[in-house]
């Protein structure tokens, strides 16, 4: 694909100037999509200036169709990576990380959510915690709002592994405030920086594709673990509307979208009803957490790996 001309156009004395599109294709090569909309980035705030400049009619970009790129397929973590991934995870230097991404792969919360979380909302006795707020930084500072949909506020049952990730992660964090003394910030918060103020979802997403990059795994997004929860239990035949609610969602329809691919053949234990009482976890067993919204019902566990 090659951009031959950038556009039709004529000046004030009416003379063509240009071809009668902005992208003209060729065959055997050409610009990828990408560039293309860069190159009509740069080139927009130029013609607008020649307009108000009268030296243009019009900007002619303004109503140019950029060509459309192939989808590319979504990648998830299968059953066998989240192992490997979490072999790699105490390889990590901030003791914090393993524990956050171990959590965000067994309850599938929006990183926003588990860096929002406050211990006031952690149950440890009743295995669940109550989604309240999504973090996010604005001017230089962390702010907290309602979670992203009504949907989204929501209680989500822990597996045994992640109550023992939550009590690991309220030891490291008493011993760290004697630690630091006057100098710590206290947020209440589960997930910290060094002095106790919330944690940079962003730094977490670097360290993580850190990580990655030094197994030669699949360059996947944090956020992403928040899909291989939602695709392995998906093919463990779990229902999509308990799967929609576990994850937040305001309807199965986005779940379906978003999730349509990691469906597979189920080869495990399939959760036959909404209010099933909660399956127990073996040792081998790794666990995700199958959740009501609040008020909705039992809230349920469910082994995955």
């Known amino acids: 694909m090659q951009i031959e001309r950038t556009c039709t156009y004529q000046n ?24 293309i909309k860069r190159v009509r ?20 970009v303004t109503h140019a169709t950029t ?33 956050a991404i171990e959590l965000l792969l067994y309850t599938g919360l929006r990183v ?10 952690v149950d440890l006795e009743k295995a669940m915690v109550t989604v309240k707020y999504n973090l996010y ?36 964090q008493d011993s760290r405030r004697k630690e630091v003394g006057d100098k710590w910030i206290d947020r209440g918060a589960v997930f910290t920086g060094l002095f106790g103020e919330y944690m ?11 990580l990655l990059k030094k197994h030669d795994f699949p360059d996947i997004h ?12 998906i093919n463990m035949g779990i229902p999509t509307k308990v799967i929609s609610e576990h994850l937040g969602h305001c309807d199965t329809r986005t779940t379906e979208n ?9 080869d495990h234990h399939v959760l036959a009803g909404a209010e099933r009482e909660p399956l127990h976890f073996g040792e081998r067993h790794m666990g995700a957490a199958v959740c009501r919204r609040q008020g909705h019902g039992t809230i349920q566990a469910v082994p995955w790996l």
């Open 12 to 35: 004030k004395g009416g003379h063509t100037y240009a071809d009668d599109a902005f992208i003209r294709e060729k065959a055997g090569g050409g610009l990828d999509v990408g560039t």
């Open 41 to 60: 980035t740069a080139l927009s705030p130029i013609f607008s200036t020649a307009v108000k400049k009268e030296l243009l009619l019009k900007n002619p």
């Open 67 to 99: 060509p459309g790129s192939e989808p590319k397929e979504k990648e998830f973590l299968d059953a066998g990576q989240c192992r490997e991934l979490l072999g790699f995870l105490p390889e990590m230097t901030n003791p914090q990380l393993p524990r």
């Open 112 to 121: 926003g959510e588990l860096t929002a979380l406050h211990w006031g909302e």
């Open 137 to 172: 930084r604005l001017d230089g500072e962390y702010r907290l709002s309602t979670p992203k949909t009504k949907s989204s506020a929501r209680v989500v049952a822990l597996p045994p592994q992640a109550v023992k990730l939550l009590q690991e992660q309220k030891e490291w």
């Open 200 to 210: 940079s979802k962003n730094y977490i997403n670097l360290q993580f594709k850190r």
């Open 222 to 233: 944090i956020h992403d673990l928040r899909h291989a929860n939602a695709s392995l239990l």
């Open 258 to 266: 978003i999730y349509a691919q990691g469906r597979a053949a189920p």
